[in-house]
Nanobody, 120 residues
Framework: QVQLVESGGGLVQAGGSLRLSCTAS????????MGWYRQAPGKQRELVAT???????NYADSVKGRFTIYRGNAENTVYLQMNSLKPEDTAVYYC??????????????WGQGTQVTVSS
């Protein structure tokens, strides 16, 4: 019913930058919030950043001041600008969307994940 497609991951040296993007499509009536989560090998998935439909953002302490989440001109798109990357940022990054579909029901959707690798 709803698909999230991510792009922008890759390999970068410490101190470098990457921008992730995520676009939601399908039977969407509205999106309450979108966000990014990450999961490193052997660790639990953790919140990176979220943004509501009203533009309120929330960040993990570990990325504050380095990462910026923002919505695109198309409301179903969210970006994560990652600067000053560190090796500990290495993880699979997942896009998440809190969606009300056209039937009126509310669901939580996830993208397939995109690998971010930061070399030291």
């Amino acid at each position: 019913q709803v698909q999230l497609v991510e792009s922008g991951g890759g390999l970068v040296q410490a101190g470098g930058s990457l921008r992730l993007s995520c676009t939601a499509s399908g039977s969407i009536f509205s999106i309450n919030a979108m966000g990014w989560y990450r999961q490193a090998p052997g660790k639990q998935r953790e919140l990176v950043a979220t943004i509501t439909s009203g533009g309120i953002t929330n960040y993990a302490d570990s990325v504050k001041g380095r990462f910026t989440i923002y919505r695109g001109n198309a409301e179903n798109t969210v970006y994560l600008q990652m600067n000053s990357l560190k090796p500990e940022d290495t993880a699979v990054y997942y896009c998440n969307a809190d969606v009300i579909i056209v039937s009126g029901y509310k669901y939580d959707y996830w993208g397939q994940g995109t690998q971010v690798t930061v070399s030291s």
